[in-house]
């Protein structure tokens, strides 16, 4: 990975931290994230993407389709997928729609002989969990 790539990654992961935190922080830094996650030319870039917008969790309704797409691609490298997995699981029950492609995911792993597969079992856990009423 390039220095300048290195730095977008880097950038992305620190958003997604300070996110997680304080998402009024980082709000502005949404759009920038997903365009990061469509469209840079760097795997560590896109994934670092995912998982900053992971962290914060805004915009569920116009996230959470990307990153479906991202576990979808084929051409897809395997850290991007696994990120956009462990994204979708933090959106929990905002995620729904990423059940079939999920568990169509799932398929191409043993769940007790690969680290994917758990990965992949936590993130239909958290998502299919159902939301707790308040008291």
Same mark, same amino acid.
């Given at each position: 990975?390039?220095? @300048? &790539?290195?730095?977008?990654?880097? #950038? #992305?992961?620190? =958003?997604? =931290?300070?996110?997680? @935190? ?20 760097? *795997?560590?870039?896109?994934? *670092? &993407? /995912?998982? /900053?917008?992971? *962290?914060? %969790? =805004?915009? &569920? ?5 990307? =990153? @479906?797409?991202?576990?979808? !691609?084929? !051409? ?13 699981? %933090? +959106? ?12 169509? +995911? ?7 002989? !690969? ?5 992949? %079992?936590? &993130? @239909? %856990?958290?998502?299919?969990? /159902? ?5």
């Amino acid at each position: 990975m390039c220095s @300048i &790539a290195t730095d977008r990654a880097k #950038a #992305a992961e620190m =958003l997604g =931290l300070r996110g997680g @935190i304080k998402v009024s922080d980082v709000e502005d830094a949404v759009e920038p994230l997903k365009k990061m996650l469509e469209k840079d030319k760097d *795997a560590k870039v896109r994934s *670092a &993407a /995912a998982r /900053a917008l992971g *962290a914060i %969790q =805004l915009d &569920a309704e116009g996230t959470v389709p990307l =990153l @479906i797409d991202r576990l979808k !691609s084929e !051409s897809e490298e395997k850290e991007v997928r696994m990120s956009a997995v462990v994204a979708l699981g %933090q +959106y929990g029950p905002d995620a729904k729609e990423a059940l079939p492609p999920l568990r169509d +995911y799932l398929k191409k792993f043993d769940p007790k002989k !690969s680290k994917e597969g758990p990965t992949i %079992q936590n &993130a @239909i %856990q958290m998502i299919s969990m /159902a939301k707790k009423k308040k008291a």
